[in-house]
């Protein structure tokens, strides 16, 4: 059983920074993806940021690249993005999501059907 949890949003003003956090279990990882992605009230579904386990390269949204970082931490089988400089336009639900198709994740509006999705962590930028 895969289950991912998220942890780690909140609220913070414009300039500021936060990391949230996904805590993988019950998932062998293959040379696909694990990435970040949100959603706005309102607004489709995009991906945010991708992590490739099997070498570590990272690729980011052109709206969060100099200003997010993912990592991974595959030993203790979590995946962190680090969001610095945030912006009002920041403000989403941000997803992680395992076993994702590398050539996906920046698709207009990804859906969940691929992979396993935790249930979101509520970034607020003000």
């Known amino acids: 059983h895969v289950q991912l949890v998220e942890s780690g949003g909140g609220s913070v003003q414009a300039g500021g920074s936060l990391t949230v956090s996904c805590e993988v279990s019950g998932f062998t990882y293959t040379k696909t993806c694990m990435a970040w992605y949100r959603q706005a009230p309102g607004k489709e579904r995009e991906g945010v940021a991708r992590?490739?386990?099997?070498?570590?390269?990272?690729a980011y949204a052109d709206s969060v690249k100099g200003r997010f970082t993912i990592s991974q931490d595959l030993g203790k089988n979590t995946v962190v993005l680090q969001m610095n400089s945030l912006k009002p336009e920041d403000t989403a639900m941000y997803y992680c999501?395992?076993?994702?198709?590398?050539?996906?994740?920046?698709?207009?509006?990804?859906?969940?059907?691929?992979?396993?999705w935790g249930q979101g962590t509520q970034v607020t930028v003000s």
């Open positions: 992590i490739s386990p099997a070498d570590g390269t990272t």
């Open positions: 999501a395992v076993d994702q198709p590398c050539s996906y994740v920046f698709v207009a509006n990804p859906s969940t059907a691929f992979g396993h």
